[in-house]
């Protein structure tokens, strides 16, 4: 039997033992995760490779809620830093921080929390952000991080 069937079945087998009334923690877990990814700065006209590497603090709970929704609690903290690897002498350096957490419940599935943190370039001021994405996978019910780069954090911009 493959494992995905595996516990699909021991997930059905613990939901129909659950009272209607009840909510129940599936996990509770907090973990450092290492980053490292290679991003262009998308806010200059010049070709870029900053080597970022850091870390994510993750605290993280999944709970199944009585209505058969998914409870996500999360708090990341991110600490990255990197330099351009096509200046090798003389590059600036580059170092982003924040914090963020949410509480959301949502039908069973996957689903994605995109936080921005400003990237601060040691040689001039830009609107660069890395956006780190925490992708929830339901079979697992850990998160899947990566960064990306962006030029705004998102936020809608006024007319």
């Known amino acids: 039997m ?3 069937l595996l516990i699909a079945i021991v997930a059905l087998l613990a939901l129909a033992a659950i009272p209607a009334s009840a909510q129940v923690k599936l996990l509770d877990i907090q973990q450092d ?4 990814a290679t991003l262009d700065n998308p806010c200059t006209s010049a070709i870029e490779a900053i080597a970022f590497t850091g870390t994510t603090h993750l605290n993280q709970q999944v709970w199944m809620m009585p209505g058969g929704t998914t409870r996500l609690i999360v708090s990341e903290s991110t600490n990255i830093q990197g330099i351009n690897t096509l200046m090798p ?6 170092t982003g921080s924040g914090a963020d957490s949410i509480d959301v419940e949502f039908n069973p599935g996957a689903a994605s929390i995109y936080n921005a ?3 601060i370039n040691s040689a001039s ?3 660069f952000y890395a956006i780190v994405s925490l ?3 339901p079979a697992s019910l850990r998160m899947n991080i990566g960064v990306q780069s962006s030029c705004s954090d998102g936020s809608p911009v006024a007319p």
Do not use: C, E, I, Q
């Open 33 to 36: 995760v290492p980053l490292a």
């Open 2 to 4: 493959n494992r995905r």
């Open 125 to 127: 001021p830009d609107p």
């Open 117 to 119: 943190k400003k990237v």
């Open 135 to 137: 992708d929830f996978d």
């Open 89 to 94: 002498f003389g590059s600036p350096t580059y």
